[in-house]
């Protein structure tokens, strides 16, 4: 892989080629809130390359018309801040195709490969092709045998695959996934993507540490006490209730964005701003991890699952009581956890990862909490004791920014010290909005570009953390539900601190 200078990887234009995207499970959630809605604001940004189209499968008979009429809704309804331009909705949505077509019927891959003959020649994608996998996981397998057998592997350009998570059930199963990849495509064709990498702030974690001389220096055991990540989410499952209860928030977050997130606040600086050289890094912490013992799970890991609840004068069901979802379900929609990183930098620091559905709001963050000072000099006077230690928040989302609380004195005679904030937000700084994270990873997987993608020695190193709790869990009965939908999850979990000396703050 060439080298990219800073210049073309930090000015974010990458050089994305051109190609046909081709989405597998084109009729799916996250082709409508995400996939498409991230390609139209990049046409609007004028940041699509030149050739560009793309070609829809799932099952569902559509004419190419009708895709567009359903994509044109979704994207719609989807843009969140950003407002539909009908004018270029015309322009762009020339270049989208729809395939209708079972993926287990070898006849489907002959039409495909005809098809994007045809796009070819009159998109002018000089026969790359980028398939993204985005259907039910089980298929994955499946697919990727039949693109390799029908020869679609291969081709006159270059052929790349993106594949969404979860990479398998567990780590036999992510190998098994792997093998099967690999006979197919080589290592820098495929791009496991983990969207959480590609949010701008958790990048902006990278610039923080290495761009900056202050922080750096106090990033290890001597200065940091503990970190807490935090990945709140305020909705149930959104009618995912039948998937979801197959995978639980262990599978859905943990293995796959908080772990990543982790590695990310933790790792070593890299020698260069590159590829190889970042994921290098990403992997080794994420090796680093202590893996626990069985008999360790019961101490470190808590699982929870949320009950109906009134909130806001509206009644919110259960987990139990949510479409697809078994009323004697044992999935886990809340789990938190107290990692080890076994280095010299972070020896002894716990690391707590914290996640759930129908928590209280939508928050996404990682604080650092430091060690107190090491003599109370001012006694204390007026500070409750959590209050005192400086503490760093990385606001992922959704006011993204940055704060320090540190103590400072209280105007007036005497020495009274109150917490106060130094405070850095984004959209107030840049005055921008920033790129989505399905934009900057759909064109890096367009320029080749895998930096903010999960190699597979990761993808296994995580797995590898995750499974003796997965082994656990899947042995014992829980006795759910054990928080009720809008509360900050089951009291387990400030137990799981408050036996370390620590609390969860309130984000
Ligand atoms: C997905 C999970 O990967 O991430 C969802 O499958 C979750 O369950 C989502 O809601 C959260 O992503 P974000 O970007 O909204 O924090």
Redesign the pocket.
Known sequence: MRTRTPDERLEGKRRAAPSTLVIFGANGDLTRRKLLPALYRLAAERRLPAGFAVLGNSRTPLSDEQFRERMREAVARYLEDADFDARLWEEFSRALFYLPGDLRDASLYERLAARLEEIDRTCRTAGNVLFYLSTAPGLYPEVVTRLASSGLHTGPGWRRIVIE?PFGRDLADARELSRLLYRAFPEEAIFRID??LG?ETVQNILAFRFANGIFEPLWNRRYIDHVQIT?A?S?G??G?GAF?QE?GALR??IQ??LLQVMATVAMEPPAAFEPEAVRDERAKLLRSIRILKEHEVDSCAVAGQYASARIGGEDVPGFRQEPGVDPESQTETYAALALLVENWRWAGVPFYLRTG?RLPR?V?DIAIQFHAAPHALFGGVGIAEPMRPNLLVLRI?PEEGISLRFLAKLPGSGMKLRPVSMDFNYGASFGLRAPT?YQTLLLDAMAGDPTLYTRQDMVEACWAVVQPILEAWARRRFDFPNYAAGTWGPPEAEALLARRGHRWRSP
Do not use: G, P, S
Request: proline share 0%.
């Open positions: 998570k969207h959480y949010k990945a989410e909705i499952v959104e995912r979801y995978v859905d977050m796959n964005h559905k939508r996404t989302q994270a």
